[in-house]
């Protein structure tokens, strides 16, 4: 029976996520009989030692990966379960997405200081609001200029903490962290995706494996989920054309839309009886969202598409015709 090495960072959140992905994956190894356990791996990369440092001053949410992907090339460790949105658009040579899962919700979540229902617009005025996001920040400057945000650092449980011991009136964390968690009680509300597009990636996971590692590869097929693997791959495209991070206010989210109807007219339209046994590509709609620091200009550009290597291209094309390049000129300077 193969061992497979899971590498992972010690935060509470990175080894609660690992954990469930390895059940998920042992399920799948009972249901189709395959000859896998697993051992965990705990590694610590450079972004957890600089905690109270801004990423985007310090190189960016690659820092939290490449020591894990380091040990995997040197094959210490053969996969590594990520949060995709802190995954750079592009991965070393000979490692891959191996699995992308079903997706949790993709929302940021408001956690206000007194709890209740309270929304972003309920905030009192000059409200001090924590993120450690410029993409947030943007984009709830955009719509509150009123609020003082300030930068707020730190592993989830610890953000929480300095909800109450900093001072703020809320902050902003990612909804599906607190749901893995399962701290979903402690969020006051959500911020719909039109008010405050997503990261890239943000509720998906990723699961980085060798990509000569056919063994593995075969398993975390099994694990794959079709539609969140298509629509972060159209952000992570729309990502890569702007060559962007953490470092700039950049979002992207893409979900799949109904095309039962466009499905049943290319049957009814088709000529040759073999035509229906071909199913309907899916379509996707994408949109992109580029931003200035101080949220007085917010780019938003959305398309629909089957193909999202081309349509995170054209998303991102779409904007950067409409000024989103001399936004992250000005902001990488």
């Given at each position: 029976?193969?061992?497979?090495?899971?590498?992972?960072?010690?935060?509470q959140?990175?080894?609660?996520?690992?954990?469930q992905?390895i059940?998920?994956?042992?399920?799948?190894c009972?249901?189709?009989?395959?000859?896998?356990?697993?051992e965990?791996?705990k590694?610590?990369?450079?972004?957890?030692?600089?905690?109270?440092?801004?990423?985007?001053?310090?190189g960016?949410?690659?820092?939290?990966?490449?020591?894990?992907?380091?040990?995997?090339?040197e094959?210490?460790?053969?996969m590594?379960?990520h949060?995709?949105?802190?995954?750079?658009?592009?991965?070393?040579?000979?490692l891959i997405?191996g699995?992308?899962?079903?997706?949790?919700?993709?929302?940021d979540a408001?956690?206000?200081?007194?709890?209740?229902?309270?929304?972003?617009d309920?905030?009192?005025p000059n409200?001090?609001?924590?993120?450690?996001?410029?993409?947030?920040?943007?984009q709830?400057?955009?719509?509150?200029?009123d609020?003082?945000?300030?930068t707020?650092?730190?592993?989830?449980?610890?953000?929480?903490?300095k909800?109450?011991?900093?001072?703020?009136?809320?902050?902003?964390?990612?909804?599906?962290g607190?749901?893995?968690?399962?701290?979903k009680d402690?969020?006051?509300?959500?911020?719909?995706?039109?008010?405050?597009l997503?990261?890239?990636g943000?509720?998906?996971?990723?699961?980085?494996?060798?990509?000569?590692?056919?063994?593995l590869r075969h398993?975390?097929?099994?694990?794959?989920?079709?539609a969140?693997?298509?629509?972060?791959?159209?952000?992570?495209?729309?990502?890569a054309?702007?060559?962007g991070?953490?470092?700039?206010?950049i979002?992207?989210?893409?979900?799949i839309e109904?095309?039962t109807?466009?499905?049943?007219?290319?049957?009814?339209?088709?000529s040759?009886s073999?035509?229906?046994?071909?199913?309907?590509?899916?379509?996707l709609?994408?949109?992109?969202?580029?931003?200035?620091?101080?949220?007085?200009?917010i780019?938003?550009?959305?398309?629909?598409?089957?193909?999202?290597e081309?349509?995170?291209?054209?998303?991102a094309?779409?904007?950067?015709?409409?000024?989103a390049?001399?936004i992250?000129?000005?902001?990488?300077?």
């Open positions: 029976m193969r061992t497979i090495v899971v590498g992972t960072r010690q935060s959140l990175a080894l609660t996520q690992t954990g992905v059940e998920d994956l042992k399920a799948i009972k249901e189709q009989g395959l000859p896998f356990q697993f965990v791996r590694i610590v990369t450079k972004g957890d030692r600089i905690l109270d440092v801004t990423l985007s001053k310090v960016g949410k690659g820092l939290f990966v490449k020591e894990i992907e380091q040990a995997m090339l094959k210490e460790i053969d590594a379960v949060s995709m949105k802190d995954m750079p658009a592009w991965l070393p040579e000979g997405n699995a992308v899962p079903r997706r949790a919700d993709p929302r408001l956690i206000a200081k007194g709890g209740g229902s309270m929304t972003l309920e905030l009192p409200a001090k609001v924590g993120t450690s996001s410029l993409r947030r920040a943007s709830l400057k955009a719509r509150r200029p609020l003082r945000l300030e707020l650092r730190g592993n989830i449980d610890s953000r929480l903490r909800l109450v011991s900093e001072g703020f009136d809320a902050i902003i964390l990612a909804a599906a607190l749901e893995r968690m399962g701290w402690r969020i006051t509300s959500y911020l719909p995706v039109e008010l405050c997503p990261a890239v943000q509720g998906a996971l990723g699961i980085e494996c060798r990509e000569d590692d056919e063994e398993l975390l097929s099994l694990y794959n989920d079709t969140t693997s298509l629509t972060v791959q159209a952000e992570r495209r729309f990502l054309e702007l060559n991070g953490c470092q700039i206010p979002g992207a989210y893409a979900v109904d095309n109807d466009a499905a049943a007219n290319s049957e009814n339209k088709a040759d073999m035509a229906s046994d071909h199913a309907a590509p899916l379509q709609h994408l949109t992109g969202m580029v931003g200035s620091p101080d949220g007085r200009t780019l938003k550009e959305e398309l629909r598409g089957t193909d999202p081309r349509l995170g291209t054209e998303v094309n779409k904007l950067i015709a409409r000024g390049g001399d992250l000129a000005e902001v990488r300077r």
